[in-house]
């Protein structure tokens, strides 16, 4: 049986943004008008969290409430849309880059007034590796904002491709008169309030131009140049370009106003991609065999992007969350992790409904579905019915830049310490090293706030206290070489400067980024690699 019909109906997509530029209040109102939730304000509670910056006990709530909203379920028009929210701390970046491997599209938020702005730039870099199709909402225009040229301006030089205006403003701040669609040469006209339905607002043809300047008078005339400006200056829509991640839809609106939300939700179904193929490739007799898996194929197979501990701290339950691939999720059905062979007993698994996780009762490529687990599963591993032989890579882990070396207060917590920090490392929290000559284990992050929530963890969850001392190490690098003979070679010129990480793969420490570059001139064969995929 072919789940095409599932399957092409699947929508998943990040929404990204910078901190305050509205992606909450988006993502609520995207909810709200696509009925899966009653009242506003559900998503808010994330809000009183918003602003947590070093302050660890913020960490932990923020963590709590993530679990349930970082991934949303919705049905509109017939579609099943997934939304995956993305961290907005910069010390959590590492997240939000599995968190993107994990969807079709992106729907990019941009504060009117502030433009691109720095953690924006750093998720574009992402989506545009990946060539991810971005839709863009440039959001608050009832405030007083920049020229819409000069945004779109701003937004295609950052984004490195063309802007297609699909809504034009009318206006702004106190004179925001509302939004011209381009398609349906209609103008939907603007007013504030967060009490009123996007079906309510008035609509005034395009074709009647007199009725629209005696409304707007001068801000129409403004928005009509600035249009004819545009839409000269911007390529036609087309579809296959903004697939392909070569061009962005932009639309215009004020989310806490309602407004404009809906061409976004339409867009979301209209434009944006289904599920498409993966890469899978798998190891069999040191070969690797490389296979395109189609979302409707028969075999149910997903990726683990992301493992949340569970709040509880006397439960040791992880949920794996993993994003289907292909086939179809049920009950009871047998899972395998394909990287140890051994089969996975989830005692729970749920789909997330904005808020509430629900049992799931059938799942296709596209959904994302949350194993409950006690252990035997990381980040990266490919799950799969066991019918088939799959291995999916692609996930990424970046070299940390930062290190700290692991003191234990009390030595009789060992044990206790080795198992928070291999279970921790399993998530994804923070990267271990095990230096191969022995000594403390080296914890490598890419943002501080990795180290104390670690730290903080490590202490409520297993009971470890731990002191962290400053490492003379700066960067790692992942090596692999051609030739056992010539890796040998390596690590016995470099001893002290091998470690292990979580997945015992080898990695070379430096001190400087001239380490790395002298380590290669004198070992030219081997391959140093700033990133790992798991494999
Ligand atoms: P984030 O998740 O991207 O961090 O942003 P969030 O939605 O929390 O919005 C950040 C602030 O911007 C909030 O104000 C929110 O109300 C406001 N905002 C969102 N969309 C719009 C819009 O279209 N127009 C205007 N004028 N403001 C908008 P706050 O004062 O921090 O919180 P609140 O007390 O108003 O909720």
Redesign the pocket.
């Known amino acids: 049986m072919s789940y095409t019909a599932e399957t092409r109906r699947r929508r998943t997509f990040a929404i990204i ?1 910078h ?8 993502t609520e109102k995207l909810l709200l008008f696509s009925g899966a939730i009653q009242i506003a304000g559900s998503v ?1 509670a994330r ?1 009183a969290t ?1 602003h947590a910056t070093s302050d660890w006990m913020e960490i932990e709530k923020q963590r709590g409430i993530s679990v349930a909203s970082s991934v949303m379920q919705m049905v509109y028009r017939d579609h099943v849309i997934n939304l995956l929210d993305t961290p ?1 701390h910069k010390d959590f970046s590492e997240d939000t880059y599995r968190v993107l491997t994990a969807v079709d599209s992106a729907l990019m ?1 941009i504060d009117a007034a502030n433009g691109v702005e720095s953690q924006t730039r750093r998720l574009i870099e992402v989506c545009r590796q990946r060539d991810t199709p971005i839709i863009t909402f440039i ?5 007083e904002v920049r020229d819409p040229l000069d945004i779109l301006d701003e937004v295609e030089r950052e984004l490195g491709m063309p802007c297609v205006p699909m809504t034009w403003p009318v206006g702004q701040g106190k004179t925001f008169g509302g939004i011209i669609n381009l398609r349906t040469q209609v103008m939907t006209v603007f007013e504030s309030g967060s009490e009123r339905l996007p079906h309510d607002f008035d609509a005034m043809p395009l074709s009647d131009p007199a009725a629209l300047k005696a409304r707007f008078g001068s801000e129409w005339d403004t928005a009509l140049e600035s249009m004819e400006l545009a839409t000269g200056a911007s390529p036609a829509f087309d579809r296959e370009a903004f697939l392909a991640g070569k061009q962005t839809p932009v639309f215009f ?5 309602n407004f404009g939300v809906m061409e976004v939700l339409d867009a979301l179904v209209d434009l944006a991609p289904s599920p498409g193929p993966r890469t899978s490739s798998f190891i069999v007799n040191k070969q690797p065999v490389i296979k395109q898996v189609q979302p409707e194929d028969d075999a149910f197979s997903g990726v683990v992007f992301k493992v949340q501990a569970n709040m509880d701290a006397n439960h040791r339950d992880r949920i794996a969350f993993v994003r289907i691939a292909s086939g179809k999720y049920s009950p009871g059905m047998k899972l395998k992790v394909m990287r140890t062979g051994k089969e996975l007993r989830p005692t729970s698994v749920v789909t997330f409904m904005s808020q509430r996780r629900e049992a799931v009762e059938e799942a296709y490529a596209g959904d994302i579905v949350g194993f409950t687990t006690h252990g035997g599963v990381q980040l990266g591993d490919t799950i799969t019915d066991g019918s088939v032989n799959l291995l999916f890579t692609g996930l990424p882990f970046f070299a940390p830049e930062m290190f700290m070396t692991v003191v234990l207060k009390n030595p009789l917590r060992t044990k206790q310490l080795q198992q928070g920090l291999a279970q921790l490392g399993e998530e994804g929290a923070i990267q271990v090293f095990r230096p191969e000559m022995g000594g403390n284990m080296l914890l490598g992050a890419i943002g501080q706030l990795q180290f104390e929530v670690v730290q903080h963890r490590l202490k409520g969850e297993y009971d470890a206290d731990i002191r962290l001392e400053a490492s003379q190490y700066t960067g790692a690098r992942w090596i692999t070489a051609d030739s056992p003979a010539e890796l040998k070679e390596f690590v016995h010129a470099y001893p002290q400067r091998m470690a292990r990480d979580a997945a015992d793969t080898l990695a070379y420490l430096c001190t400087s980024p001239y380490d790395v570059r002298l380590a290669q001139e004198r070992f030219p064969k081997i391959h140093f690699h700033p990133l790992r995929e798991h494999a």
């Open positions: 943004s901190p305050d530029a509205g992606k909450t209040t988006l808010k809000k918003r907005g938020v959001n608050k225009m009832d405030r609106g004020s989310g806490v106003n």
